[in-house]
Nanobody, 127 residues
Framework: QVQLVQSGGGSVQVGGSLRLSCLASSHRNSGYYIGWFRQAPGKEREGLAC???????????YYSDSVKGRFTMSQDKSNNTVYLQMDTLKPEDSAMYYC?????????????????WGQGTLVTVSS
């Protein structure tokens, strides 16, 4: 079991930046990998980015084409927190954002692969 508590988000103008945080109750060494998703009104939940694998120094990262080059994941294992830095934000980035945890090592942006979810945080990008 792992509990995820999100913070960050809010409103920003086009081209601005925001950072989301996801605090996990269980340490990464317990075998959980974090992914980030978003869901805009009337749209399906979209997978954005995830950690996967277990590199010697760090986990690997995978990004969807819609955010690659603009969003960056990072994690602080000392305090069980994963971050999503969002830069060059666009109006179409406006959505409810969720972090989620899965146990499979292989990368995945499929919501069904994630068994634990944060409460969500709203991001609004205005032009």
């Amino acid at each position: 079991q792992v509990q995820l508590v999100q913070s960050g988000g809010g409103s920003v103008q086009v081209g601005g930046s925001l950072r989301l945080s996801c605090l996990a109750s269980s340490h990464r060494n317990s075998g959980y990998y974090i992914g980030w998703f978003r869901q805009a009104p009337g749209k399906e939940r979209e997978g954005l980015a995830c950690f996967y694998g277990a590199g010697f120094y760090r986990d690997y990262e995978y990004y969807s084409d819609s955010v690659k080059g603009r969003f960056t994941m990072s994690q602080d294992k000392s305090n069980n927190t994963v971050y999503l830095q969002m830069d060059t934000l666009k109006p179409e980035d406006s959505a409810m954002y969720y972090c989620a945890a899965r146990t499979t090592m292989r990368w995945s942006l499929e919501a069904a692969d994630y068994g634990f979810w944060g409460q969500g945080t709203l991001v609004t990008v205005s032009s």
